[in-house]
């Protein structure tokens, strides 16, 4: 089972920058497209972004295209997220899981804590 730890978030005004980390189980991590996902209050948790397990192909959400780029640096476990020209809607917990296409992986029920990213007017 991967285990995930999300980090660098915080509080931002808007168009500011914020980089994300996820920290994940290595032998899992390296063979393993991951992607970010976000929950905002009263909301359902919603796609971000995605990178397959060798960082060739990314996918990203309409509403963060442009804005946000995902990475990965297997040799460190880590997969990233650079938030940039950030909004308000932006807010919400972030989380990290394995996947690809816009969902977490079938069956998957290891989320970590999250990150919480709050961005002010």
């Known amino acids: 089972q991967v285990q995930l730890v999300e980090s660098g978030g915080g509080l931002v005004q808007a168009g500011g920058s914020l980089r994300l980390s996820c920290a994940a189980s290595?032998?899992?991590?390296?063979?393993?497209?991951m992607g970010w996902f976000r929950q905002a209050p009263g909301k359902e948790r919603e796609f971000v972004a995605s990178?397959?397990?060798?960082?060739?192909?990314?996918d990203y959400a309409d509403s963060v295209k442009g804005r946000f780029t995902i990475s990965r640096d297997n040799a460190k476990n880590t997969v990233y997220l650079q938030m940039n020209s950030l909004k308000p809607e932006d807010t919400a917990v972030y989380y990290c899981?394995?996947?690809?296409?816009?969902?977490?992986?079938?069956?998957?029920?290891?989320w970590g804590q999250g990150t919480q990213v709050t961005v002010s007017s």
């Open positions: 290595g032998r899992t991590f390296s063979s393993t497209a």
């Open positions: 990178i397959s397990w060798s960082g060739g192909r990314t």
């Open positions: 899981a394995p996947g690809f296409g816009g969902l977490p992986q079938r069956g998957f029920d290891s």
